[in-house]
């Protein structure tokens, strides 16, 4: 499976994040490498929007959360917002809904906390 475009937007302190089908190990550590490149920029949530996901595997959900944890010891939150009911559901099962903020819509997701 080859990897597919990401695309990424910064506004205040949130990055969005807008993987393109797929939710791998391939789709997952590009975007993590190049959020830890990037020197001197403080974000306090990156936003996954996982509308366009058509397929995850056990991979890309583990880096998922090696990610998570790396971010929150920087004081930085990972969020995931706009998850198709297959995603909703698969993240119930494995219990991620426990560990991630699940929004409904990106433009709350984006939403910082006083």
């Known amino acids: 499976m080859s990897m597919t475009s990401v695309e990424q937007r910064e506004q205040n302190k949130v990055l969005v994040v807008c993987p393109d089908r797929y939710l791998t190990v391939n789709q997952v550590w590009p975007i993590y490498s190049q959020i830890e490149k990037s020197e001197g920029i403080r974000y306090q949530r990156i936003v996954l ?27 930085c939150q990972l969020v995931l917002c706009e998850c198709s009911s297959y995603l909703l559901d698969l993240m119930h099962k494995l219990r991620f809904d426990a560990l991630f903020k699940i929004y409904a819509k990106e433009e709350n997701a984006c939403q910082l906390e006083g």
């Open 49 to 75: 929007n996982l509308k366009e996901i058509k397929y995850v595997d056990s991979s890309g959900l583990g880096l998922l959360l090696t990610f998570l944890k790396q971010l929150e010891t920087r004081g």
